[in-house]
């Protein structure tokens, strides 16, 4: 969980998941930070959904999934998303769902 301060408006808003899309020469990389749990998945899954052809998922940043950001990422990955830098957590977490 993210906690950021806003000074212009003295409120704490807290954010559960990043997500930033950035190019790597032709291939589009979705990077995603902090927990995907609740909303977060129905976010992940809105990003990825417009992007066309393959693209990677970076895993690096991921700190926690619940089961449902488990199989949103498994989901991703069966419509040719390439997964990369998961922790060796998160890399337990999606062994884990596929039984492997």
């Given amino acids: ?3 950021r301060w806003h000074t212009f408006c ?3 808003c807290i954010m559960e998941i990043r ?3 950035t190019s790597e020469g032709p291939m589009t990389v979705v ?3 902090g927990s995907l749990s609740g909303a977060a998945v ?3 899954r809105k990003a990825c959904d417009p992007i066309e052809g393959s693209f ?3 895993l690096s940043n991921l700190l926690f ?3 449902a950001g488990i199989d949103v990422i498994h989901t991703i990955v069966e419509e040719g998303a390439e997964v990369r830098g998961a922790s060796p957590f998160v890399q337990l977490l999606l062994d ?3 039984g492997i």
């Fill in 96 to 98: 884990g769902a596929t």
């Fill in 65 to 67: 999934a619940d089961d």
């Fill in 42 to 44: 129905a976010q992940l």
């Fill in 31 to 33: 990077h995603i930070t």
């Fill in 1 to 3: 969980m993210y906690i």
């Fill in 10 to 12: 003295h409120t704490v």
């Fill in 19 to 21: 997500i930033d899309i």
């Fill in 56 to 58: 990677v998922l970076d």
